[in-house]
C-alpha cells in the first residue's frame, strides 16, 4: 500500500515562530504536493513539486516556501507564523501519468495562536 | 480557468438507500480527469473513483458510479445502498491533461450523513 506520513497530527505555534510540516512517502512517486483545507473552501493547492529540487507555485503560495532534497521528501516552510495560517494541511504524492490518482497523508493541524 | 463546483454543504441519507451528490465543473481542455475523494472524521483523504474525459462509459467501483454528462460538464457520484460508515465529508476533483504536473483543483465538499 502507498504511504504518506506526515510529522505531526496537531502541532500549535505563536505567531512569527518559524514552522516545518515534513511529509515522506515511500512510493517512489514523483509529484507531492501540499494543500491547506479550511471549512467551505475545499482545498487549495499551496505548492507542488514533481521533481527533487523542482518546485511550483500553486494557487495560495503567499507566506509559504517549500523544499525538496529527497524524492521521497517534501516540506512546507511557514518563514513566520501567522494566526491566518490555522488550518488544516494536507501533504499528497502521485505517480507522473495524469491519469494517477493522488494519494494523501493523514493531514496536520496547526493552530498559531 | 478550471472550476469545481459543488451546491451541497450538505446531505442526509437514509441508511439503505442510494444518494447523489452533484458535482459541476468548467475547462477548456478537451482532455481531463474527474475524481472523487471521500474524508472521514479521522481527515484522511480517500480516493473513490476515477472518470476520464474521453472515456465512454461511466467509471463505477463497488458501491461507488459516477454519472458523467460531458455536455452538462457535470460528473455526479452516486452511492448505492448507504452505509453508516459512508458519512463523511466529499470532494470533486479534476485535473487537466495539460501541463502534466498532476495538479488537482477541489470542489469545496458536501458532507453526507448517513441516518440509522
Known amino acids: 500500500d502507498v504511504k504518506v506520513t506526515q510529522s505531526s497530527r496537531y502541532l500549535v505555534k505563536r505567531t512569527g515562530e518559524k514552522v516545518f510540516l515534513e511529509c515522506v512517502q515511500d512510493?517512489?512517486?514523483?509529484?507531492m504536493f501540499w494543500y491547506r483545507q479550511d471549512p467551505g473552501l475545499g482545498l487549495r493547492l499551496i505548492y507542488f513539486s514533481y521533481d527533487v529540487k523542482m518546485k511550483e507555485k500553486g494557487d495560495i503560495p503567499e507566506g509559504y516556501s517549500v523544499s525538496r532534497e529527497k524524492k521521497e521528501r517534501f516540506s512546507l516552510i511557514l518563514e513566520s507564523a501567522s494566526t491566518n495560517q490555522t488550518s488544516m494541511y494536507l501533504c499528497a504524492s502521485s505517480s507522473e501519468g495524469v491519469w494517477y490518482e493522488q494519494y494523501f497523508g493523514p493531514g496536520t493541524r496547526l493552530t498559531v495562536t | 480557468a478550471q472550476k469545481i463546483t459543488q451546491t451541497q454543504p450538505g446531505m442526509f441519507v437514509q441508511e439503505k438507500e442510494a444518494v447523489t451528490l452533484d458535482c459541476t465543473y468548467d475547462t477548456s481542455d478537451p482532455s481531463y480527469g474527474l475524481f472523487w475523494y471521500k474524508q472521514p472524521s479521522s481527515g484522511e483523504m480517500i480516493f473513490l473513483i476515477y472518470q476520464g474525459s474521453y472515456d465512454q462509459q461511466n467509471a463505477t467501483e463497488g458501491r461507488y458510479s459516477l454519472n458523467f454528462q460531458k455536455a452538462r460538464k457535470s460528473a455526479n457520484l452516486v452511492i448505492s445502498a448507504s452505509q453508516l460508515g459512508d458519512s463523511a465529508m466529499y470532494f470533486c476533483a479534476m485535473r487537466e491533461v495539460s501541463g502534466n504536473t498532476g495538479k488537482l483543483i477541489f470542489g469545496q465538499g458536501t458532507t453526507l450523513q448517513v441516518k440509522p
Open positions: 512510493m517512489d512517486h514523483e509529484n
